[in-house]
């Protein structure tokens, strides 16, 4: 090796030198530039998660003002049409500023505000922006309490899921939260109720990482009839509340 290292050339030594130090320099700026690249997109993200959630905000405000109004204006208070029309107005504004930054942010290769992705995180299909202004003429149009609250309910839960969606996609969530989810199956108790026929089950919590659970993970209409409120309250054993309201401790 040495010899080698003798029989070169002095230009040559210092070119080899050159290039031993070179490569990692290069090998540190490309990882360097990655880095900034990465942390430039990140905060464009960011900025337009923040511009997306500007409207949304408004209408989540202005939707909870509108319920409250229009509920009171539905028992007979009509001194209250004015300020109704008022916050319908405002209602609508914010609809057309979210249409406004939808068009321009809502692009899959920004922050991708589509169905596709609403059904990948488990989101409302309400959540499009053109559903909530289909529901909110529906909503403006309720001829009774009931229908008027059944409506802005879906609203604020549509707008708040996309919210939450916009939050993952633009990076300004990004910590997991911990939710309980129930899960329901035949119940396993010795209660002479709990015969192979019947309809009672159990429901085990078990803790999930995902934020909501919709479909066949969680039944859909909370507790089924005639089932078991079963939670762990020691070990070894688990508290059994069925629909009277009685309670007992059984060993699992």
């Given at each position: 090796?040495?010899g080698?290292l003798?029989?070169?050339?002095?230009?040559?030594k210092l070119?080899?030198?050159g290039?031993?130090?070179?490569?990692p320099l290069?090998f540190?700026?490309?990882?360097?530039l990655k880095?900034a690249?990465?942390k430039?997109n990140?905060?464009?993200?960011?900025l337009d998660?923040?511009?997306y959630l500007r409207p949304?905000?408004?209408?989540l405000?202005?939707l909870?003002?509108?319920?409250?109004?229009?509920?009171?204006?539905?028992?007979g208070?009509?001194?209250?049409k004015?300020?109704v029309a008022d916050?319908?107005?405002?209602?609508?504004?914010?609809?057309h500023?979210?249409?406004a930054v939808d068009a321009?942010?809502?692009?899959?290769?920004?922050?991708?505000v589509s169905?596709?992705k609403?059904?990948?995180?488990?989101?409302s299909?309400g959540?499009l922006?053109?559903?909530?202004?289909?529901?909110?003429?529906?909503a403006?149009?309720?001829a009774t309490?009931?229908?008027?609250?059944e409506?802005?309910a879906?609203?604020l839960?549509d707008?708040?899921?996309?919210?939450s969606s916009?939050?993952?996609?633009s990076?300004?969530?990004?910590?997991?939260?911990?939710?309980?989810?129930?899960?329901?199956t035949?119940c396993?108790?010795?209660?002479?109720?709990?015969?192979?026929?019947?309809?009672t089950w159990?429901?085990?919590s078990t803790?999930?990482f995902?934020r909501?659970h919709?479909g066949?993970?969680?039944?859909?209409?909370?507790r089924?009839?005639?089932a078991?409120?079963?939670?762990?309250?020691?070990?070894?054993?688990r508290l059994?509340v069925d629909?009277?309201?009685?309670?007992a401790?059984?060993p699992?």
């Open positions: 090796m040495l080698i003798n029989r070169l050339k002095i230009w040559q070119l080899m030198v290039i031993f130090f070179t490569v290069v540190a700026a490309v990882l360097f880095e690249h990465y430039i990140f905060a464009r993200f960011e998660g923040d511009t949304c905000a408004s209408l405000e202005h909870g003002r509108h319920q409250v109004l229009q509920r009171r204006l539905l028992k208070d009509t001194s209250l004015a300020q916050t319908e107005a405002a209602v609508d504004r914010d609809l500023e979210l249409d321009q942010l809502g692009a899959p290769d920004r922050l991708d169905l596709t609403l059904i990948e995180r488990e989101r299909e959540a922006p053109v559903n909530l202004k289909k529901n909110w003429e529906k403006k149009a309720a309490q009931a229908a008027s609250d409506l802005h879906a609203m839960h707008v708040n899921d996309l919210i916009v939050g993952d996609t990076k300004l969530i990004l910590t997991r939260i911990w939710t309980r989810t129930t899960r329901w035949r396993s108790c010795a209660r002479p109720a709990c015969s192979p026929s019947c309809t159990r429901s085990p803790t999930s995902a909501r919709h066949a993970r969680a039944h859909p209409g909370g089924p009839p005639g078991h409120a079963v939670r762990r309250v020691q070990r070894g054993h059994v629909d009277q309201g009685e309670r401790l059984q699992v």
